[in-house]
């Protein structure tokens, strides 16, 4: 789903985005799996 992001971050900004939009994404799947 999530590409693997370079080690050069053109925008630190867009990086943190996807970042909490993965993180969130994972732990959104674990409460729906552990429910």
Do not use: C, N
């Amino acid at each position: 789903m999530y590409e693997k992001l370079p080690e050069e971050h053109t925008s630190p900004v867009l990086g943190r985005e996807v970042t909490r939009s993965f993180t969130t994404d994972s732990i959104t799947r674990l409460v729906l799996e552990s429910s």
